[in-house]
């Protein structure tokens, strides 16, 4: 991951988000009685992001800065988004990890994006 193109081209706010992402995987050793260890990741589609967690230490972002870099990771295919948030108050989005940043070059579309939001209640025109 880290000699990619992808990686090579992430700003700060992008490096800071994706190391929270990593921080939240779980990795299981499944070689039983096996004298060779076997790794696994239990849990690469259940990752959330939460905002009140990047904004305070050790990450200390601004709200502006952690959207930048989920949307950067979004567009250079590290994460994608499994289950779209929002549709009530404690309903945050959860992502999972994606292999298409192998694929990504300098100039390449964005591999995915965050779906607006649909306007709900007294605020829909």
Known sequence: MGMSQAWMSLSNPGH?????VL??????D??????KPKWICTNPDTIQLLYKGLTESPYNMQRKSITRG????LGKGFIKVVEQG?????HASI??????YLKWKKGDPPV???RPYSKRGFCAK
Request: aromatic share 6%; charged share 30%; proline share 0%.
């Open 16 to 20: 800071k988000v994706i190391t929270a």
């Open 23 to 28: 921080f939240q995987l779980t990795i299981e």
């Open 30 to 35: 499944i070689s039983g009685r096996s004298k």
């Open 70 to 73: 989920i949307d950067e990771l």
């Open 86 to 90: 929002g549709s009530k108050k404690g």
């Open 95 to 100: 992502y999972g990890l994606s292999e298409a």
């Open 112 to 114: 995915s994006v965050r």
